[in-house]
């Protein structure tokens, strides 16, 4: 039996009776093509089964087709917070129809970081969107620098042009603390997330703002670090309790957190939101789940990704999106912990 050789650009223009550039045109995803040779070439590439030659049209088109996806965190934080998966699913369902692929990877460490940066300014992908930065990373400007359009998950710490998307978190910490405040707790404490993160540190910036417009003393014997898991929010609730043990409101910076401090008003017989009122930030699917049910902050994860992902199409376009960056509200959804 003879065997049928793969189609090729020829097949298709014979097909669709169209010149080859045509095809390649609407291949390539260039405007300059009626809707009617449009329609003509993407049946015969159907009727065909033909596979563009991804690799040939790179070197047309200088186009890669890829967009890196970078989380500079570790496995554990990474799979162990619904908020990352919810940002993935908004990224990819944006991306769904647009023939861009996304390659992930974690950074977790420094050397990570290095083999990574070489490989993106290598002209391997269009573009990069970055979640999760630490401190004053160098590694959004050195892409931008070498021509690489990047869109950050969060805004930077320190100065940057690079556009990102981010949720309101000064503002959601703000309600959050107000609704205690309301409340009638007067010993409000904190397990803050991590001050080398923008979010860290609006959150707790929001934090100190509710103390002062409820009229409230801030106390850094009332604050405690965490790193917005679950282990930290027991370590941290546990410090609270022996220094503190008259408190009786905890605001967490994230659900994971305030997931901690639960378990453990639980394990020392403090009764939730009676004795301790607890809130949250994330409104994660535990949230709603938890014993009792957790008051929280809900920030629309899924938008940011696909935000992002509009962000760095437009970007690719040689778009300059205006505004560059966008910050989505935050809203309070009250339960039983408060």
Same mark, same amino acid.
């Given at each position: 039996?003879?065997?049928?050789?793969?189609?090729?650009?020829?097949?298709?223009?014979?097909?669709?009776?169209?010149?080859?550039?045509?095809?390649?045109?609407?291949?390539?995803?260039?405007?300059?093509?009626?809707?009617?040779?449009?329609?003509?070439?993407?049946?015969?590439?159907?009727?065909?089964?033909?596979?563009?030659?991804?690799?040939?049209?790179?070197?047309?088109?200088?186009?890669?087709?890829?967009?890196?996806?970078?989380?500079?965190?570790?496995?554990?934080?990474?799979?162990?917070?619904?908020?990352?998966?919810?940002?993935?699913?908004?990224?990819?369902?944006?991306?769904?129809?647009?023939?861009?692929?996304?390659?992930?990877?974690?950074?977790?460490?420094?050397?990570?970081?290095?083999?990574?940066?070489?490989?993106?300014?290598?002209?391997?992908?269009?573009?990069?969107?970055?979640?999760?930065?630490?401190?004053?990373?160098?590694?959004?400007?050195?892409?931008?620098?070498?021509?690489?359009?990047?869109?950050?998950?969060?805004?930077?710490?320190?100065?940057?042009?690079?556009?990102?998307?981010?949720?309101?978190?000064?503002?959601?910490?703000?309600?959050?603390?107000?609704?205690?405040?309301?409340?009638?707790?007067?010993?409000?404490?904190?397990?803050?997330?991590?001050?080398?993160?923008?979010?860290?540190?609006?959150?707790?910036?929001?934090?100190?703002?509710?103390?002062?417009?409820?009229?409230?003393?801030?106390?850094?014997?009332?604050?405690?670090?965490?790193?917005?898991?679950?282990?930290?929010?027991?370590?941290?609730?546990?410090?609270?309790?022996?220094?503190? %043990?008259? =408190?009786?409101? +905890?605001?967490? #910076?994230?659900? &994971? *957190?305030?997931?901690?401090?639960? @378990?453990?008003?639980?394990? $020392?017989?403090?009764?939730?939101?009676?004795?301790?009122?607890?809130?949250?930030?994330?409104?994660?699917?535990?949230?709603?789940?938890?014993? %009792?049910? =957790?008051?929280? +902050?809900?920030? #629309?994860?899924? &938008? *940011?990704?696909?935000?992002?992902? @509009?962000?760095?199409?437009? $970007?690719?376009?040689?778009?300059?999106?205006?505004?560059?960056?966008?910050?989505?509200?935050?809203?309070?959804?009250?339960?039983?912990?408060?």
């Amino acid at each position: 039996m003879e065997k049928r050789s793969a189609p090729t650009l020829d097949t298709v223009a014979a097909r669709a009776g169209v010149g080859r550039g045509t095809v390649s045109r609407v291949i390539n995803g260039s405007s300059r093509v009626s809707q009617e040779a449009r329609d003509a070439v993407n049946r015969a590439i159907t009727e065909l089964g033909y596979v563009p030659n991804h690799a040939a049209r790179s070197l047309v088109t200088r186009r890669t087709d890829v967009i890196a996806l970078v989380i500079s965190e570790t496995e554990d934080r990474m799979w162990g917070e619904p908020y990352f998966a919810d940002v993935i699913r908004g990224i990819t369902r944006q991306l769904s129809e647009s023939g861009l692929r996304l390659m992930f990877t974690l950074a977790s460490t420094a050397e990570d970081r290095s083999r990574l940066e070489t490989y993106l300014l290598g002209k391997h992908v269009d573009g990069a969107l970055l979640i999760s930065l630490h401190g004053d990373d160098p590694l959004p400007r050195h892409l931008e620098g070498s021509g690489l359009p990047v869109v950050l998950c969060g805004a930077p710490v320190g100065e940057t042009d690079v556009p990102f998307v981010d949720s309101d978190n000064r503002g959601g910490a703000r309600q959050a603390v107000e609704h205690l405040a309301s409340t009638g707790r007067r010993r409000i404490a904190a397990i803050t997330g991590p001050q080398d993160m923008s979010v860290g540190i609006d959150r707790l910036t929001g934090y100190r703002e509710a103390l002062r417009t409820e009229g409230l003393p801030e106390d850094p014997a009332l604050m405690e670090p965490g790193d917005f898991s679950e282990a930290a929010g027991v370590t941290a609730m546990r410090a609270l309790l022996d220094r503190v %043990p008259d =408190l009786d409101a +905890v605001f967490a #910076a994230s659900d &994971p *957190m305030a997931f901690g401090a639960l @378990r453990v008003l639980r394990e $020392r017989g403090i009764r939730v939101p009676e004795d301790v009122a607890v809130v949250g930030f994330d409104d994660s699917p535990r949230a709603e789940h938890s014993e %009792p049910p =957790l008051t929280t +902050v809900r920030q #629309a994860a899924e &938008p *940011m990704g696909r935000e992002m992902a @509009r962000l760095i199409q437009a $970007r690719i376009r040689g778009e300059n999106p205006d505004p560059p960056s966008t910050i989505l509200s935050t809203r309070l959804i009250v339960r039983e912990s408060s």
